[in-house]
C-alpha cells in the first residue's frame, strides 16, 4: 500500500477527526505535536476571517516546535471543509487553505473535482469521507488521494457498514492512503484498523473528552460517564444519519428510543428540534467512548493510545 512521505512518520498511524464546533488550534497543535495528525473544520472558525488567524496561529506554533524538537518534528495537519452545495463559504477558505499551504485537506458530504484540483494546486494532499464503497470509487475518480472509510459506530454522519466489509471492498481496488473511522479509542483498535488493511485510524470521539477541546464539561463528562449502548442513530436533527450522545437527547426532551425520520431531501445542518440544534446541545459521538474513563491532556491521550499499540503489537509477535 502506498503512504505518501507527508504521512510515512507518524508516532502513531492516527489522524484526529475533526470535530465539528470542538476542533480549535489549541486541540489541533498539541494533536500534532504529540506526533498524530490534527484536524478541525473551516467551519469551526466563525466568522470566516477567523480562519486566516487559526492557520497563522497553527502554522507558527508547529514551526515553532520543529525548531526546538529537530528530532521529533510535529506531524501535519488537515482542515476538513463540507463540499456540499450548501457550504457558502467554500470558495473563501479554500482561499485560505491555498495562502498558507494547507498540507491535507479533508472533504465531507460530497466528491467535487475542482475542489480537488485547488488543493493540487498548492501541493496538498485530499482525503475523503466515504460510508460505502460506491462512494469511494466516485471520491476517487473525482481526484481524491486517499479515502476515509467511515463505518459503523463512527461519530457525527456515519455509516452502517462493518469496519471488515468495507475495507476489504475498497482493498480490493483501492490502494492508495485509507483511514478507518468507526468506534476506535484504544492502541490496539488502532493495531486492528491496520491489520485489516486500512493505513491509518481515525478517531475522533475520544479527543472531544480532551482539556484542549472546545467542548463544555457536560460533554466531556458524559462521554467520561457513557458506553457504547449510549449511542443513538438517527437522521432527525441534520437530514443525515448520525450518531448523538443518549443523554443529549433527553436533555433536550426527546425520547431518544422513539425519535421521528427525518425528511433526507431537506438536509440542513443548523436546523433546530424542540430548541436544540445538533452538535451545540444535541452532542455527537461514537461507540467506542467506553475506553474513555477521564478527561485528559490531548497529548497524554496519544501516549496511551500509543502505550496501547505498543504492547498489542508485542502481544501478536510474542504469539
Given amino acids: 500500500m502506498s503512504v505518501p512521505a507527508i504521512l510515512s512518520k507518524l508516532r502513531l498511524p492516527v489522524i484526529g477527526a475533526p470535530l465539528f464546533i470542538i476542533s480549535n488550534p489549541d486541540l489541533v497543535i498539541a494533536q500534532c505535536t504529540a506526533g498524530v495528525v490534527g ?21 507558527e506554533a508547529l514551526a515553532a516546535w520543529d525548531r526546538a524538537h529537530p528530532g521529533q518534528p510535529a506531524a501535519p495537519f488537515a482542515v476538513n ?4 452545495r450548501s457550504n457558502d463559504r467554500l ?25 480537488n484540483q485547488a488543493v493540487h494546486g498548492w501541493g496538498g494532499l485530499v482525503l ?20 476515509i472509510a467511515v463505518a459503523a459506530g463512527a461519530g457525527g454522519h456515519a455509516g452502517t457498514l462493518s469496519p471488515f466489509a468495507l475495507v476489504q471492498e475498497i482493498r480490493q481496488w483501492f490502494d492508495g492512503p485509507l483511514a478507518l ?27 472531544i473528552a480532551t482539556e484542549e477541546a472546545r467542548a463544555v464539561e457536560a460533554y466531556k463528562r458524559m462521554i467520561v460517564d457513557s458506553c457504547a449502548d449510549d449511542i443513538v442513530y438517527t437522521n432527525l436533527f441534520t437530514g443525515v444519519h448520525g450518531n448523538y450522545l443518549r443523554g443529549s437527547i433527553a436533555a433536550a426532551g426527546l425520547d431518544p428510543s422513539h425519535l421521528p ?8 445542518f443548523a436546523a433546530a428540534v424542540n430548541g436544540a440544534k445538533a452538535w451545540k446541545e444535541i452532542w455527537g459521538c461514537g461507540q467506542g467512548i467506553g475506553a474513555v474513563d477521564a478527561v485528559v491532556p490531548a497529548a497524554e491521550r496519544i501516549a496511551r493510545l500509543a502505550d496501547e499499540y ?10
Fill in 39 to 59: 484536524s478541525f473544520p473551516a467551519l469551526n472558525a466563525r466568522p470566516a476571517s477567523q480562519l486566516d488567524e487559526w492557520l497563522a496561529q497553527i502554522t
Fill in 81 to 84: 471543509q463540507i463540499v456540499h
Fill in 91 to 115: 470558495e473563501h477558505d479554500l482561499a485560505v487553505c491555498a495562502k498558507y499551504r494547507v498540507p491535507l485537506v479533508i472533504t465531507s458530504l460530497g466528491a467535487r473535482a475542482e475542489v
Fill in 128 to 147: 475523503h469521507d466515504v460510508i460505502n464503497d460506491a462512494f469511494a470509487h466516485k471520491a476517487v475518480d473525482k481526484g481524491a488521494d486517499g479515502l
Fill in 181 to 207: 473511522s468507526g468506534a476506535i479509542a484504544r492502541g490496539d483498535a488502532v493495531l486492528a484498523a491496520q491489520a485489516m488493511g486500512a493505513d491509518f485510524a481515525y478517531v475522533g470521539s475520544a479527543f
Fill in 261 to 268: 425520520e427525518s425528511d433526507p431531501s431537506k438536509m440542513d
Fill in 310 to 319: 505498543a504492547r498489542a503489537r508485542t502481544r501478536l509477535c510474542a504469539g
